[in-house]
Nanobody, 125 residues
Framework: VQLQASGGGLVQAGGSLRLSCEAS????????VAWFRQAPGKEREFVAG????????SYEDSVKGRFAISRDNAQNTVYLQMNSLKPEDTAVYYC???????????????????WGQGTLVTVSS
């Protein structure tokens, strides 16, 4: 599967952005999908994940209540709605997907074989 991430940009603190991860090349509904982010000088970290047909979601603690991940399997797209953005959310955001991610590995970047190219989110104070 090929992944194309988009939707990043520059936004003021408190603003919103919606990231999209569009897939091609395979039946997307069978894939677990997650968003990770990497800020300058920091390691890549898990942001949010969504399971296959159940749609079960999980979030990193700092984004709970502000971010929402969803999927539209008919459109082969996963979204990350980001509200109440903070300067510390500034990072390159990557979507990742894999068929074989077990629930306990959803937050582990090593569990994903397929990655999008990243989209930059910059939140100004």
């Amino acid at each position: 599967v090929q992944l194309q991430a988009s939707g990043g940009g520059l936004v003021q603190a408190g603003g919103s952005l919606r990231l999209s991860c569009e897939a091609s090349g395979d039946t997307f509904k069978w894939y677990v999908v997650a968003w990770f982010r990497q800020a300058p000088g920091k390691e890549r970290e898990f942001v949010a994940g969504i399971r296959r047909n159940s749609g079960f979601t999980s979030y990193e603690d700092s984004v709970k209540g502000r971010f929402a991940i969803s999927r539209d399997n008919a459109q082969n797209t996963v979204y990350l709605q980001m509200n109440s953005l903070k300067p510390e959310d500034t990072a390159v955001y990557y979507c990742a997907a894999d068929r074989g991610v077990i629930a306990s590995s959803t937050r582990d970047s090593r569990a994903y074989d397929f990655w999008g190219q990243g989209t930059l989110v910059t939140v100004s104070s």
